[in-house]
């Protein structure tokens, strides 16, 4: 489980995050939505360390995690799916994902077969470049990069900006599989509402750097989450 208490961050002298309160259980969907400007993907560069927060606690299993870059994160077993997917365009797909390796001990350094059978092409595209997939392919590589980290939670900064459809049915599909495994935390921020209702089992929407609203599923109507998170 990871827990959020506070948590503020400042870029410079403006400040972006103010208090958050979040919590996001192993095999749950937590869900951070809102309109465009308001601090999402702040709030994940907080979490992930990518940007250091400003003030506030992160709890990750019952313990506080001191302010640690990226790499630390990682190796307290933080995959993180940034916007924008971020692989290397130069090195191959399986070099893409052997990346992940820099946080495993050599005994798993291996990619297991459970990778391609969800998701297939990148089993075919193995000796392709990154940069010449498609975006649903990259997105596909990235997703599988962070899960080859064996993360305890998983970051998802809209995983399905610019897909084609049935790429986004296959991306839904693996976060529902991961959500079933019931090992990992999932943190979904996501602006297709329609996905992200139909995954999500606990919301967070965020208005100005602030939470405005959260509850579970069963709390919150769906009427009342797409109305706040329209405005």
Same mark, same amino acid.
């Given at each position: 489980?990871?827990?959020?208490?506070?948590?503020?961050?400042?870029?410079?002298?403006?400040?972006?995050?103010?208090?958050?309160?979040?919590?996001?259980?192993?095999? &749950?969907?937590?869900?951070?939505? +809102?309109?465009?400007?308001? *601090?999402?993907?702040?709030?994940?560069? %907080? $979490?992930?360390?990518?940007?250091?927060?400003?003030?506030?606690?992160?709890?990750?299993d019952?313990?506080?995690?001191?302010?640690?870059?990226?790499?630390?994160?990682?190796?307290?077993?933080?995959?993180?799916?940034?916007?924008?997917?971020?692989?290397?365009?130069?090195?191959?797909?399986?070099?893409?994902?052997?990346?992940?390796?820099?946080?495993?001990p050599?005994?798993?350094?291996?990619?297991?077969?459970?990778?391609?059978?969800?998701?297939?092409?990148?089993? &075919?595209?193995?000796?392709?470049? +990154?940069?010449?997939?498609? *975006?649903?392919?990259?997105?596909?590589? %990235? $997703?599988?990069?962070?899960?080859?980290?064996k993360?305890?939670?998983?970051?998802?900064?809209?995983?399905?900006?610019?897909?084609?459809?049935?790429?986004i049915?296959?991306?839904?599909?693996?976060?529902?599989?991961?959500?079933?495994?019931?090992?990992?935390?999932?943190?979904?921020?996501?602006?297709?509402?329609?996905?992200?209702?139909?995954?999500?089992?606990?919301?967070?929407?965020?208005?100005?750097?602030?939470?405005?609203?959260?509850?579970?599923?069963?709390?919150?109507?769906?009427?009342a989450?797409?109305?706040?998170?329209?405005?």
């Amino acid at each position: 489980m990871l827990e959020t208490k506070g948590l503020t961050l400042h870029y410079g002298g403006s400040q972006i995050l103010y208090g958050i309160d979040m919590v996001a259980k192993a095999g &749950e969907v937590t869900c951070i939505m +809102g309109t465009n400007g308001v *601090g999402k993907t702040s709030l994940l560069k %907080a $979490i992930s360390g990518t940007h250091p927060r400003s003030g506030g606690t992160l709890v990750l299993d019952g313990e506080e995690v001191p302010r640690v870059p990226p790499q630390g994160m990682a190796r307290r077993g933080l995959g993180y799916v940034p916007q924008g997917r971020m692989i290397f365009p130069l090195l191959t797909v399986r070099e893409n994902m052997e990346t992940a390796f820099a946080v495993l001990p050599k005994s798993e350094r291996f990619i297991p077969d459970e990778i391609y059978d969800l998701f297939p092409i990148l089993k &075919e595209f193995l000796h392709r470049r +990154g940069g010449d997939l498609s *975006g649903g392919q990259q997105q596909q590589l %990235a $997703i599988a990069r962070a899960m080859l980290m064996k993360p305890k939670i998983l970051l998802l900064d809209e995983p399905t900006e610019g897909i084609q459809p049935n790429i986004i049915q296959q991306i839904g599909r693996v976060i529902a599989y991961l959500r079933a495994r019931g090992d990992i935390a999932i943190i979904l921020v996501e602006q297709y509402f329609d996905f992200a209702h139909d995954l999500g089992d606990r919301f967070y929407v965020l208005k100005r750097g602030a939470v405005a609203m959260e509850g579970t599923k069963v709390s919150l109507t769906r009427e009342a989450l797409r109305e706040v998170v329209s405005v």
